[in-house]
């Protein structure tokens, strides 16, 4: 159950700037409209790393997909959220396909949605390869066809929580808690 996890999206048009929404999305969410946001990257100061909410116990993740703004937010005390979205359909990514993508075999977009919420919960993002977090049903075994799901991610102690989420419509939603428990990095 995705209890700890409150999920929010707003349409981006052409003429909004798409963190402009998604930071509105989350004060929004969280009730007070003068927090600061941001999401320096700890490796190089651009704006593409881990949000971080000044002054309030939540942790956030942002994904943009097919003119939309997702917002994930959790307590802050239940670990550290991570959301991904994308198109259930999409010309080009459907005409080369995911093959390859992570691992050798064949993938779905559920699939890449699933790896990088959980990546993004981990918060070193795709600086972990992707091909090698292992996605299985909560129970441990390889049947991943029900709505949560673990996500093994190499470096942590123990696996991640996730759940794919209804969102927008034409959107792959799905996103991923990280305990905070301390990772082996």
């Not at 007070?32 to 939540?58: L, Y």
């Not at 307590?75 to 093959?99: F, H, I, K, N, S």
């Not at 993004?120 to 991943?144: C, F, I, M, Q, W």
């Not at 794919?164 to 991923?176: F, I, N, R, T």
């Amino acid at each position: 159950m995705s209890e700890p996890i409150r999920l929010g999206w707003a349409p981006v048009t052409d003429r909004d700037h798409r963190r402009e929404v998604a930071w509105r999305l989350v004060r929004e969410l969280i009730g007070q409209p003068g927090i600061r946001i941001s999401n320096r990257c700890p490796r190089c100061g651009a704006d593409h790393g881990p949000v971080e909410v000044e002054g309030v116990a939540v942790t956030a993740s942002v994904s943009y997909a097919a003119g939309w703004a997702v917002v994930a937010l959790a307590p802050a005390a239940a670990g550290t959220v991570g959301v991904d979205a994308e198109p259930e359909v999409d010309l080009r990514r459907d005409r080369t396909g995911l093959t390859g993508v992570l691992g050798a075999g064949p993938a779905t977009t559920r699939d890449w949605v699933r790896v990088e919420a959980a990546l993004k919960a981990d918060r070193r993002g795709l600086r972990v390869e992707p091909a090698l977090v292992h996605v299985t049903g909560t129970d441990g075994s390889d049947d991943t066809t029900g709505a949560s799901w673990r996500a093994r991610v190499p470096g942590r102690a123990h696996p991640l929580l996730g759940w794919d989420l209804d969102g927008p419509p034409g959107v792959l939603v799905s996103a991923a808690l990280a305990s905070l428990e301390p990772a082996d990095r």
